[in-house]
């Protein structure tokens, strides 16, 4: 069993910036690419950025780019992501995934039903 376990969530105000971590534990499977999903209340889940586990090719959805930095580190099992200039429509439940088999292209990091793995989720506010 794979374990993805998420913290760093909580409360900021608008502009202020927050960090997130995962961790994967459990059984050790072949890490492909790992991923930040977030679902807002009464909204569909969606992407946020994923990185390559091998490469550390970043990707990042259009309304994150230039605010959010996601990175990895290979020795913790870890992915982070680094949440700046953050804005009150940013709130949701942040989730981590991990996928351990190969996207065809690069528009699979941005599909959730290419990972296998996922957190239980972390909250995000941001007050205006």
């Known amino acids: 069993q794979v374990q993805l376990v998420e913290s760093g969530g909580g409360l900021v105000q608008a502009g202020g910036s927050l960090s997130l971590s995962c961790v994967a534990s459990?059984?050790?499977?072949?890490?492909?690419?790992m991923g930040w999903f977030r679902q807002a209340p009464g909204k569909e889940r969606e992407f946020v950025a994923a990185?390559?586990?091998?490469?550390?090719?970043?990707y990042y959805a259009d309304s994150v780019k230039g605010r959010f930095t996601i990175s990895r580190d290979k020795a913790k099992n870890a992915v982070y992501l680094q949440m700046s200039g953050l804005k009150p429509e940013d709130t949701a439940v942040y989730y981590c995934?991990?996928?351990?088999?190969?996207?065809?292209?690069?528009?699979?990091?941005?599909?959730?039903?290419?990972?296998?793995?996922w957190g239980q989720g972390t909250q995000i506010t941001v007050s205006s």
């Open positions: 459990g059984r050790t499977f072949s890490c492909y690419a």
């Open positions: 995934a991990a996928a351990d088999r190969y996207f065809r292209s690069n528009s699979g990091y941005r599909v959730q039903s290419g990972y296998r793995y």
């Open positions: 990185i390559n586990w091998s490469a550390g090719s970043t």
